[in-house]
């Protein structure tokens, strides 16, 4: 379609205004915190005030009683939260409901106290008394690394999760490089703040003998498995709801010691009880993330082509192994994907998920990629400097081509299909660079500098089986399945696994069955976010839904849609060869019939059929897998202009393009706004969001008057131009785009700001480019020194 | 993030006001716009048993105009002076300075006295009204009495009233029309606080150079003389910005310079 067109209809590729924005428009969603029940008991929890320390004594006055519990309450009965990975070598942790002996983080946590409202419980919190001996804190992974560094989990010898080693291809190809450059580059500790925090409400239904757990999750069928294990319950006595979710990122993937407490409490008080996170439990004790430490060095030769990256990695993962990602995800993700989109001859490099006093890293939008684009990205442009050339021409040097797809690269990644060199050509064009550098050499009139930055990455999505088998999580996601309904009125029901909370797949999946039935998207539903009324499902991560539990409704739909033929060529009293699907309804020579038409006859008037229909009728649970399972490819490169005060080191984004392959795109509206989003969450890491901890582990950023997001002024418009080459592995050619906006912000934007520098000498190369960092690197430059990353 | 529980009162008249605060024995707490406060009382920063709302009290929120002056009631809004429904006793400066406050919601509510009284270092009123030599007025057991703002604030978050006092007013003097200002504060982000702010008031009529340097640790920098560096000239920039990081204001280099930095570009604002 030539750029601009539109396409008619409902079905695959329509910018089709989302479902749900009714609801979410008009302050019509139905969160956890929106739930009322008579006789609701709100939990608040005393949280560790310390990052390391054995807990002496817990105690709360005599009035308390029956309102206060500890580990001495639970610990008996719920186990900890253990998520192995089975990667050798891999040390676990046991993450307790409620801190067990010792403090592992500030806001850990300790007790918990019951009211008739949150305030009340809070007041109940602070009359507890935590008596708690202080332990040296490991603030930092590398204080943690040191030989003599206290254990934060005693029974191991030393603070490494785990250390992994690889080294690929011809390492003396980098002997003799012209061109070597050496960084160490760091991306700061920082939040995920979803609008929405997380939530649970769990009561007990006597009725179905089932623990009912509303949460705020991005994986319902998942935190029902990890309820159960800990709570010692069977799976069947376990019922979860995730209802609207105000954003996930990765944050709701992951079980949560709070969600243990609240449905321990409901559990064995058979009573409903609810725990909203509020936003510095939030800032303080949860979703934290990000936190990488690269000493990485590149080489080329002389006309920038790349020989190889040795890299050094370490992951400040804090104090406990989240559960079911593990706290090795991150890294060995690094392992595998830090040689980008890239072609290179070698390439080496050892990881190390490092345990400290901070609470647990979480997978966050773009999980490993954005520290691996941001470190990898800042060193093609390390040595388009070194080499005297243009940034985005190293990376035209580099890139994989479209006539080596799919192409296999260092690590064994298959890339599956698209034009990389493509995406940074249109990006070229797009900013306009040459007119750039014509405006850059005149100088602005404000004593502003500036630069622009590219950043290009490819993105594994919807990664399935063999991939995370060879991570070795307790979750390794499988087939997906999906259930299609035909209503008796001739509406349709789709039931989903996967959870939609801003991807809009209420309306993306009723694209996708409309695609195959031709039925109206508005007489579709989308049911997801229920184990009792879904399919199973490892949830919404990893950009895996649309393609996933995409290609799965149009296997639903498929089917069905061979039936209704069957059933409305008989309708039609012609043979099932005779008729055809088209605009919604079963066309045959003498007339046609319409979805209701072949509903009434199964449901209302199953006489009229023939003794020999097949009896499976209008609903359908279909599975899929893709082709290859081991992953789509989506790429994308970003460009940035931006201006730098140098007196101030503020930064504004002057221009902000983003050129992208998805693949098939279902709705490119909804991907628009993906890709808007993302970049929003992408310029909060580059510029702004951060959450500094003392020496002693203390949180620096607990409100927001400290932890600073980027608000309406700070998000320029996003200026997006499409490519759409389909995967040849998937139904209909989708790829995994959820994730890509947030993945190449931090390097697009800080190459961007170190091209500005450059007359300067400086550099930057530390998440979030704060004023501080920034003026710090000039002054640094105008001492002829490289920056120290602090 | 929950308030401990408080009783609340709305009083009517000032007089009503004082008289919940001095029986409240200390456990009162005035609120005005409650952006502030709001925030403390569900951080439990501040947990009064009772909090005394004066938003009722008509007269704080009206503006009365004497000989050569204007006295701003304590509940006048920032929206309120932003949106010019005040008159403006320094030439549209205080139009300025209000429409700059964090965001419009919070000017909605967020009342003159309610900044003052709170005193962060880094809020915009505390720097530019102390600027404009602007005189707070007190109402209290034993009456009202007056204090100028740049003695009025002691500390950081901490300002010279007694349990029972609480602001009524703020009194602004009229400025000639010849006035001149010069106002710039750099904020990591549009309506967060800022990091560094300064404030420039020269008013030839009135006998008026003065400078003011905010969002220090503590109490606003008053330079009560800066004609050496007007008309501006490069030379004087240079001067000005060398004086200025010579104070030391953070002890830290890079600060320093942003305090410089923000008070020349203050200073390239006044117009000859
Ligand atoms: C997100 C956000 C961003 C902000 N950004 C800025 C900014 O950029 N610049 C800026 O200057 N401010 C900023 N503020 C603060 C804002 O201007 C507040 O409105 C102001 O500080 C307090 O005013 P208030 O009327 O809401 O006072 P309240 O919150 O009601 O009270 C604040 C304190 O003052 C006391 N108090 C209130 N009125 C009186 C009185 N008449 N006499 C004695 N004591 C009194 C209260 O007891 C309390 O201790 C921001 C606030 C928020 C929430």
Not at chain 1, 427 to 449: H, M, Y
Request: charged residues 20%.
């Amino acid at each position: 379609m030539a750029a601009g067109e539109q396409k008619a209809g409902k079905g695959i590729g329509v910018r089709l205004p989302r479902k749900e924005d009714e609801r979410f428009m008009r302050g019509r969603g139905s969160y956890v915190g929106d739930i009322k029940m008579p006789g609701l008991t709100d939990v608040a929890f005393l949280r560790s005030p310390l990052a390391h320390g054995r807990i002496v004594s817990v105690t709360a006055p005599d009035e308390l009683a029956g309102r206060f519990f500890t580990a001495a309450d639970i610990a008996a009965s719920v186990k900890p939260i253990r998520a192995v990975s089975g990667l050798p070598g891999f040390k676990p942790s046991s993450q307790p409901a409620l801190a067990d002996g010792k403090v592992r983080f500030t806001g850990e946590l300790v007790a918990m106290c019951l009211g008739r409202t949150r305030a009340e419980a809070e007041d109940a919190v602070a009359q507890v008394v935590a008596e708690i001996e202080p332990l040296p804190p490991l603030a930092d992974f590398a204080v943690a690394e040191q030989p003599d560094a206290i254990c934060v989990h005693e029974e191991w010898s030393d603070n490494i999760y785990l250390e992994t080693r690889i080294e690929k291809g011809d390492r003396s190809r980098i002997d003799g490089a012209a061109i070597e450059v050496e960084r160490e580059i760091r991306l700061s500790r920082q939040c995920m703040v979803p609008l929405e925090g997380k939530g649970t409400i769990a009561w007990w239904d006597t009725r179905l003998d089932q623990l009912v757990v509303y949460t705020s999750t991005q994986l319902p069928h998942m935190m029902r498995t990890g309820l159960a294990e800990c709570l010692g319950l069977e799976e069947r006595q376990v019922h979860v709801v995730a209802p609207d979710v105000g954003g996930g990122f990765g944050f709701k993937c992951v079980l949560q010691p709070e969600e243990l407490c609240v449905a321990w409490l409901a559990l064995t008080r058979k009573k409903p009880f609810r725990w909203i996170e509020d936003r510095r439990e939030h800032l303080v004790a949860a979703a934290n993330t990000r936190e990488h430490h690269y000493r990485i060095k590149a080489f080329a030769d002389a006309e920038g082509r790349l020989l190889g990256i040795e890299a050094d990695v370490a992951v400040d993962v804090g104090a406990y192994s989240v559960w079911p990602f593990s706290a090795c995800l991150e890294s060995a993700q690094i392992a595998s994907i830090l040689p980008g989109p890239y072609q290179m001859p070698f390439y080496a490099c050892r990881t190390r998920s490092v345990a400290t006093n901070k609470p647990p890293f979480m997978p966050y939008r773009g999980v490993a990629r954005t520290g691996v684009c941001f470190a990898l990205e800042l060193m093609i442009d390390a040595i388009a400097r070194q080499a005297g050339l243009e940034p985005a021409d190293v990376r035209l040097k580099n890139l994989v081509l479209p006539e080596q797809m799919p192409f296999t690269n260092i690590t064994g990644k298959l890339f599956d299909s698209g034009d990389y060199p493509e995406s940074v050509r249109r990006a070229v064009e797009t900013i306009d660079l040459a007119s750039f550098r014509a405006r850059q050499r005149e100088g602005s009139d404000d004593g502003r500098l500036l630069g622009i930055g590219f950043a290009t990455y490819c993105e594994q999505a919807a990664h399935g089986t063999t991939v995370y088998a060879a991570w070795g999580i307790p979750m390794v996601p499988g087939f997906e399945q999906a259930t299609a309904r035909v209503t008796p009125d001739g509406g349709l029901e789709l039931r989903i696994g996967v959870h939609s909370h801003g991807q809009g797949m209420e309306t993306s999946m009723a694209q996708v069955a409309n695609q195959v039935l031709g039925i109206d998207t508005d007489r579709i539903n989308v049911v997801h976010g229920d184990t009792a009324l879904t399919p199973y499902s490892t949830g919404t991560w990893g950009s895996r839904s649309m393609v996933m539990a995409g290609g799965a409704v149009s296997r639903a739909c498929e089917i069905i849609r061979e039936r209704a033929l069957a059933i409305g060529a008989h309708l039609l009293q012609t043979g099932k060869d005779e008729v055809e699907l088209v605009g919604g309804r079963i066309q045959g020579q003498g007339g046609s019939v319409g979805f209701a038409d072949i509903a009434q006859a199964w449901y209302k008037s199953p006489e009229t059929l023939p003794a020999d229909v097949a009896p499976e009728g209008l609903e359908v649970t279909a599975g899929y897998k893709p082709m290859v399972d081991s992953g789509t490819f989506s790429y994308a490169t970003h460009a940035a202009v931006v201006a730098v005060d140098p007196d101030f080191g503020s930064v504004e984004i002057l221009d902000y393009v983003v050129v992208e392959d998805g693949g098939t795109l279902v709705n490119p509206l909804i991907v628009d706004g993906q890709i808007i989003g993302g970049v929003a969450q992408g310029i909060g890491t580059a510029l702004y969001e951060e959450s500094p901890y003392s020496a002693d582990g203390q949180p620096l950023a607990s409100t927001f008057v400290d932890y600073i997001i980027p608000g309406p002024c700070e998000v320029p418009d996003i200026r997006i131009v499409h490519m759409e080459t389909p995967s040849p592995f998937t139904a209909h050619g989708i790829k995994g785009v959820g994730e890509g906006g947030a993945i190449a912000p931090p390097a697009a934007i800080a190459n961007a700001v170190n091209d500005a520098l450059r007359p300067l000498g400086a550099e930057v190369a530390m998440t979030p480019v704060t004023p501080h960092r920034l003026l710090a690197a000039i002054a640094a430059g105008r001492n002829g020194r490289q920056p120290v990353q602090s | 993030m929950k308030p401990s529980a408080y009783r609340y009162a709305r009083p009517s008249s000032v007089a009503e006001a004082v008289r919940l605060l001095a029986d409240s024995d200390g456990g009162g707490k005035v609120m005005a716009g409650g952006q502030s406060l709001g925030p403390m009382l569900n951080l439990r920063l501040a947990q009064p048993e009772l909090v005394v709302d004066i938003t009722g009290i008509g007269e704080l929120a009206s503006v009365r105009e004497d000989k050569d002056g204007i006295v701003y009631g304590a509940c006048v809004t920032h929206a309120a002076v932003e949106d010019n429904r005040v008159p403006d006793a320094a030439n549209g400066f205080l139009a300025r300075v209000a429409a700059g406050i964090a965001y419009r919601a919070v000017r909605n509510r967020g009342t003159m006295g309610g900044s003052l009284a709170h005193a962060d270092p880094s809020a915009d009123w505390m720097t530019t009204l102390t600027a404009v030599d602007a005189e707070m007025l007190i109402a209290g057991a034993t009456g009202e009495r007056r204090v100028a703002l740049a003695e009025f604030m002691t500390a950081p978050f901490s300002v010279a009233l007694d349990e029972a006092e609480f602001i009524v007013g703020i009194r602004i003097r009229r400025h000639s029309p010849a006035a001149r200002f010069g106002y710039f504060k750099f904020c990591r982000k549009r309506g967060e606080f800022a990091e560094a702010m300064a404030a420039i008031v020269v008013d030839p009529a009135a006998g008026v150079s003065r400078a003011v340097i905010g969002a220090t640790d503590s109490r606003p920098i008053v330079l009560p003389d800066i004609s050496a560096y007007l008309p501006l000239s490069p030379e004087r920039l240079e001067a000005a910005k060398a004086m200025v990081e010579g104070l030391g204001i953070a002890g830290e280099p890079i600060k320093d310079a942003m305090h410089a930095n923000a008070f020349a570009r203050a200073l390239q604002q006044v117009k000859p």
